[in-house]
Nanobody
Framework: QVQLVESGGGLVQPGGSLRLSCAAS????????MGWYRQAPGKEPDLIAS????????NYADSVKGRFAISRDNAKNTVYLQMNNLKPEDTAVYYC????????WGQGTQVTVSS
């Protein structure tokens, strides 16, 4: 079955950087679009970044455009989210996701941006 395991979250000061990773298994990773969602406390999850199967095209929510970068390594079945210039409003649980028949996502990793 589809398994997605996120890692790399933590506490960071405003202006700092983090790189999230998501290890995927249970499906043919290299042929599926991958994405990152985040869910802030009391809010619905938002799709903030996505990447095509080959990595040739990416899309970002306006809130993260220019600061975050999604990438993937199909040889390692891993998708990444590089987050730069983090702001307190980026505090959320971050989930990677894919759409194999339906949306699947992992358990999430907490990112807290605070001084």
């Amino acid at each position: 079955q589809v398994q997605l395991v996120e890692s790399g979250g933590g506490l960071v000061q405003p202006g700092g950087s983090l790189r999230l990773s998501c290890a995927a298994s249970g499906f043919t990773f290299s042929i599926y679009v991958m994405g990152w969602y985040r869910q802030a406390p009391g809010k619905e999850p938002d799709l903030i970044a996505s990447i095509t199967s080959t990595g040739g095209s990416t899309n970002y929510a306006d809130s993260v455009k220019g600061r975050f970068a999604i990438s993937r390594d199909n040889a390692k079945n891993t998708v990444y989210l590089q987050m730069n210039n983090l702001k307190p409003e980026d505090t959320a649980v971050y989930y990677c996701a894919t759409w194999v028949g339906r949306r699947h996502w992992g358990q999430g990793t907490q990112v807290t941006v605070s001084s």
